[in-house]
């Protein structure tokens, strides 16, 4: 039997190679013979480097020491591959890098991202595509854009602080953006404009620690900055309301800004991976993700892979830390079953703690119910 596995990351407790990995090696306990093809899939959000540095062997990666959200010495990654390169914005800015007390995007800044982009093109990358996603960050960029030569400025002139809450004193950009014409990619599946009730700061401010009064706050500072960014003269008209500005906490406004594009991070991803010859082949589909709830239905990962499943007629089955979405609304979007850590372990901090170890016993389980 030919299995496909393909989950996004179970975010919090097991990156999406782990993931496909430890699901396979249940499976094959139990099945040695049957074929397991890992395609582990990303959005643009923490994992997409790894993702891709499995599906592109030939490509080179290597660290870079950067900062995170709050100034503090990290490692991220760029994968060079020809003259595109792929950097992860989450190595710098991500969520996961601050503790929950720590939380503040009135403060937490995407300067750490600035680094890794140079590298790229320090070692000739022509393309620098950015996967944008789980970020710690609300300061449209504004970080990025000081870290490449164009610090945000006051009205007279001196260099803003770091954070979103600054942005609503910005008059200016201090210099040049410093990108050597190369191009740059957002890749995202976010598709939210920069302002308003469905914007950045609303939308994605209070899961980073944004109270009611900071998403007013943020929102009022963004709206600044957009000012800003417009003056540039690579920056499109109407920048702030066009489709993923709002993305990573308004890093797709500066992405934009600055001449680039936003493509699907999943699009992406699965064409580099070739998931939609593999799916081709496929006697089942596996694919997972932390938890598989209304969202899901909305276009994420799972939602993607269940969707050109169902297309072709093949079997989908979806691993989930939890699951809260209903089995009829799995079952619109091409879900044959759905199955729980937490509902396996019986407990959510087991399920948190152990997620390696679950998802080889619902591979042997699994293996034992569709393979004959």
Not at 1 to 17: H, N, Q, S
Not at 36 to 64: N, Q
Not at 244 to 258: D, W
């Given at each position: 039997?030919?299995?496909?596995?393909?989950?996004?990351?179970?975010?919090?407790?097991?990156?999406?190679?782990a993931a496909a990995e430890?699901?396979?090696?249940?499976?094959?306990?139990?099945?040695?013979?049957?074929?397991?093809?890992?395609?582990?899939?990303?959005?643009?959000?923490?994992?997409?480097?790894?993702?891709?540095?499995?599906?592109?062997?030939?490509?080179?990666?290597?660290?870079?020491?950067?900062?995170?959200?709050?100034?503090?010495?990290?490692?991220?990654?760029?994968?060079?591959?020809?003259?595109?390169?792929?950097?992860?914005?989450?190595?710098?800015?991500?969520?996961?890098?601050?503790?929950?007390?720590?939380?503040?995007?009135?403060?937490?800044?995407?300067?750490?991202?600035?680094?890794?982009?140079?590298?790229?093109?320090?070692?000739?990358?022509?393309?620098?595509?950015?996967?944008?996603?789980?970020?710690?960050?609300?300061?449209?960029?504004?970080?990025?854009?000081?870290?490449?030569?164009?610090?945000?400025?006051?009205?007279?002139?001196?260099?803003?602080?770091?954070?979103?809450?600054?942005?609503?004193?910005?008059?200016?950009?201090?210099?040049?953006?410093?990108?050597?014409?190369?191009?740059?990619?957002?890749?995202?599946?976010?598709?939210?404009?920069?302002?308003?009730?469905?914007?950045?700061?609303?939308?994605?401010?209070?899961?980073?620690?944004?109270?009611?009064e900071d998403v007013f706050?943020?929102?009022?500072?963004?709206?600044?900055?957009?000012?800003?960014?417009?003056?540039?003269?690579?920056?499109?008209?109407?920048?702030?309301?066009?489709?993923?500005?709002?993305?990573?906490?308004?890093?797709?406004?500066?992405?934009?800004?600055?001449?680039?594009?936003?493509?699907?991070?999943?699009?992406?991803?699965?064409?580099?991976t070739r998931l939609d010859?593999?799916?081709?082949?496929?006697?089942?589909?596996?694919?997972?993700?932390?938890?598989?709830?209304?969202?899901?239905?909305?276009?994420?990962?799972?939602?993607?892979?269940?969707?050109?499943?169902?297309?072709?007629?093949?079997?989908?089955?979806?691993?989930?830390?939890?699951?809260?979405?209903?089995?009829?609304?799995?079952?619109?979007?091409?879900?044959?079953?759905?199955?729980?850590?937490?509902?396996?372990?019986?407990?959510?901090?087991?399920?948190?703690?152990?997620?390696?170890?679950?998802?080889?016993?619902?591979?042997?389980?699994?293996?034992?119910?569709?393979?004959?």
């Open positions: 039997m030919r299995v496909l596995v393909c989950p996004d990351k179970f975010a919090g407790t097991i990156p999406a190679v430890a699901f396979a090696a249940g499976w094959l306990a139990e099945k040695p013979a049957d074929e397991l093809v890992l395609r582990p899939l990303s959005d643009g959000g923490p994992g997409f480097v790894e993702v891709l540095a499995a599906a592109l062997p030939g490509a080179e990666r290597f660290a870079v020491p950067t900062t995170g959200p709050l100034g503090r010495p990290v490692e991220g990654h760029v994968l060079l591959d020809g003259r595109t390169a792929y950097v992860e914005s989450a190595e710098a800015c991500g969520l996961h890098l601050l503790a929950e007390a720590e939380r503040d995007p009135k403060h937490t800044t995407t300067f750490g991202l600035g680094p890794l982009v140079l590298a790229a093109l320090e070692a000739g990358a022509r393309e620098v595509v950015i996967g944008l996603g789980g970020s710690a960050t609300n300061d449209g960029g504004a970080g990025l854009l000081a870290a490449l030569g164009a610090a945000p400025l006051s009205e007279g002139g001196y260099a803003l602080p770091y954070g979103g809450a600054a942005l609503s004193g910005c008059a200016a950009l201090g210099g040049e953006p410093r990108l050597r014409e190369a191009a740059l990619v957002a890749a995202t599946d976010v598709d939210s404009p920069l302002l308003g009730i469905h914007g950045a700061s609303a939308v994605f401010g209070p899961q980073k620690g944004a109270t009611r706050l943020l929102d009022g500072a963004l709206s600044r900055f957009a000012e800003v960014l417009q003056t540039l003269p690579t920056a499109p008209a109407n920048l702030a309301a066009l489709p993923g500005a709002g993305a990573a906490g308004g890093l797709g406004a500066a992405i934009l800004a600055l001449g680039g594009r936003v493509e699907s991070g999943i699009g992406l991803v699965r064409r580099l010859d593999e799916l081709d082949r496929a006697a089942l589909v596996v694919t997972g993700e932390g938890s598989f709830d209304e969202q899901s239905l909305r276009g994420k990962v799972v939602a993607g892979v269940a969707n050109a499943a169902r297309d072709l007629g093949v079997p989908c089955v979806v691993l989930a830390g939890r699951v809260d979405a209903g089995r009829r609304e799995a079952a619109s979007i091409g879900v044959t079953e759905a199955h729980s850590l937490v509902e396996h372990f019986g407990s959510v901090a087991t399920a948190m703690a152990r997620p390696a170890d679950g998802l080889r016993e619902l591979g042997q389980r699994l293996a034992r119910q569709w393979s004959r």
